[in-house]
């Protein structure tokens, strides 16, 4: 595709609720990662995906969250048992191998996460 | 620490008028620096990356300069539009990883007619 797109564009549960959000990266991007960002804040690291293994997953906050990547392309984050503390934009991106040497990365326009 | 600091948190300006945003880090080994725009409602969209040996980039309107030696990015944006109205993100990547970024809070621009 033409960049990374992210679905739904928003989402809003109830607390205790299951909910996934899946991002499509950019065709041939072989690095994906999944951040969270809070109102006035930077994105934050939640995982990354080199291939179809999750080389890094030390930012997901709690066993609550979960992401697959199962054939090293679209991406699903899962959050099981959602609390309003959930509650932020999910940011995906993609990047051709790793950001060694200045590789660009490039994100997805974000899904709004509301938990009620 | 590996940090970012950025000043000022938030800035208005009158359109057509310059401004610059300040980035200090501690992110050791330095790798790159990167400086992102984040309209409201989506996601960063890279302006400049800068490596140990660039002192400055532009990009159009904008120009960044890195002084390695201070640990110190600035990001200089001449005859500003509204549609600069967003927020600048520093980002600054260490040597020892391939994906792990460290990322400032921004700095909320608003333009104003």
């Known amino acids: 595709g033409a960049g990374v797109s992210q679905t739904p564009s928003n989402k809003v549960t109830e607390k205790g609720k299951y909910v996934e959000l899946r991002c499509d990266p950019i065709?041939?991007?072989?690095?994906l990662y999944w951040y969270r960002q809070s109102l006035g804040q930077g994105p934050e690291f939640l995982i990354y995906f080199q291939g179809t293994g999750a080389a890094d997953d030390s930012g997901l906050p709690n066993d609550r969250f979960f992401a697959v990547r199962p054939e090293g392309s679209v991406s699903t984050l899962k959050i099981q048992r959602t609390e309003r503390g959930d509650s932020a934009v999910y940011l995906c991106?993609?990047?051709?191998?790793?950001?060694?040497?200045?590789?660009?990365?490039?994100f997805g326009p974000g899904t709004r996460l509301t938990v009620l | 620490k590996n940090q970012v600091e950025q000043s000022p948190q938030s800035l208005i300006i009158l359109e057509g008028k310059n401004c610059t945003l300040q980035c200090n880090y501690t992110v050791s080994p330095f790798s790159n620096l990167r400086w992102y725009k984040q309209d409201t409602g989506r996601g960063p969209v890279s302006l400049t990356i800068m490596t140990f040996s660039e002192n400055t980039k532009s990009n159009g309107r904008y120009t960044a300069t890195l002084d390695a030696d201070t640990k110190q990015s600035s990001l200089h944006i001449t005859a500003s539009q509204l549609s600069d109205s967003a927020s600048y993100i520093c980002v600054v990547s260490a040597q020892d990883s391939n994906y792990q970024l460290i990322w400032g809070a921004g700095t909320k621009l608003i333009i104003k007619p």
């Open positions: 991106a993609s990047s051709y191998a790793g950001l060694g040497g200045g590789n660009e990365q490039f």
């Open positions: 065709s041939g991007h072989t690095a």
